[in-house]
């Protein structure tokens, strides 16, 4: 019986021990796509933007932008 208890225990740790490292990819794999998001929303925010205000009007908010910074 004791065999068992032990061979059951020995399951045990090894099935925690792989949802741990499940756990940790998914959250991994959760960060990597949040951070390919964040990249290319702010592709296609910079790209409405240019598409908005067009070349000249993108130039005169990227200028009021560094006179802000100064």
């Known amino acids: 019986?004791?065999?068992?208890?032990?061979?059951?225990?020995?399951?045990?740790?090894?099935?925690?021990?792989?949802?741990?490292?499940?756990?940790?990819?998914?959250?991994?794999?959760?960060?990597i796509l949040f951070w390919v998001t964040v990249f290319f929303g702010g592709i296609l925010l910079l790209t409405v933007v240019y598409g908005a205000v067009g070349e000249n009007g993108f130039n005169h908010v990227a200028n009021a932008a560094n006179e802000l910074r100064k």
């Open 1 to 31: 019986m004791e065999d068992r208890v032990d061979c059951l225990e020995k399951q045990y740790a090894v099935h925690e021990a792989a949802s741990t490292e499940q756990i940790k990819t998914l959250f991994n794999a959760t960060k």
